[in-house]
């Protein structure tokens, strides 16, 4: 069984520049969650997919980030502008049911 | 607020030495309870968890953590350690919707010959 996937694996931008991360989960998994971890910091849960409908983004940061999962399979998160505090690692997980299985993490760095 | 707390940012330990990476949790997590572990260059991986039942869970490679509500703790431990157990390792609950995980700052175990 595949796991859950996440692409690109590093991606370096400039201030300013857009940048999309696509997660694929792990297929049957209705629950899809994106989370980051700032350098030094905690992994903090950004926000929850149930299907395709956004079950909780209270953490997403502010409005330049948006996610979307279309269909209810892969999602993206899209960061624009992006500014140099967004660099870090990007990490995405899905469930079935209370056990989150981990992506390897986008690490985004912003210059 | 809704907390894990890992105290030790790293613990250096030599190769066959036992470790204790330490957990606390605040009331406002549920206790079903997790570790994760980061090797080098991947991405998380679970390594044990406390959902409910004996309060002692074991992985697969030697660790263990116990559940303690009294302490709200969720310490992980190992008799001896590897080289190969070189790693960062992420406390984390979920949070009392049981909807989204909260993690500690992770706590990096270096282990030497």
């Known amino acids: 069984e595949a796991g859950v996937t996440q692409f690109p694996s590093h991606s370096v931008i400039e201030k300013g520049q857009t940048v999309t991360l696509r997660c694929d989960p792990i297929?049957?998994?209705?629950?899809l969650y994106w989370y980051r971890r700032v350098m030094g910091k905690e992994i903090k849960f950004l926000l929850h997919f149930v299907k395709e409908s956004k079950q909780d983004e209270s953490g997403m940061p502010n409005n330049r980030f948006l996610a979307e999962r279309t269909g209810g399979t892969y999602s993206t998160l899209k960061v624009q502008p992006a500014e140099l505090e967004d660099s870090g690692v990007y990490f995405c997980?899905?469930?079935?049911?209370?056990?989150?299985?981990f992506g390897p993490g986008t690490r985004l760095t912003v210059l | 607020a809704q907390s894990v707390t890992q105290l030790d940012s790293q613990v250096p330990v030599f190769e066959e030495a036992p470790v204790e990476l330490r957990c606390n949790y605040s009331s406002s997590v549920s206790v079903y309870l997790f570790w994760y572990v980061q090797y080098p260059n991947q991405g998380l991986q679970l390594l044990l968890k406390y959902l409910s039942g004996s309060t002692l869970v074991e992985s697969i490679n030697g660790f263990e953590a116990e559940f303690n509500k009294s302490q709200t703790s969720f310490h992980l431990r190992k008799p001896s350690v590897h080289i190969s157990d070189t790693a960062e390792y992420f406390c984390?609950?979920?949070?009392?919707?049981?909807?989204?995980?909260?993690f500690g700052t992770g706590t990096r175990l270096l282990v030497s010959p």
């Open positions: 997980a899905s469930s079935h049911g209370q056990k989150q299985f």
């Open positions: 297929s049957g998994h209705d629950n």
């Open positions: 984390a609950g979920l949070n009392t919707g049981f909807q989204k995980l909260v």
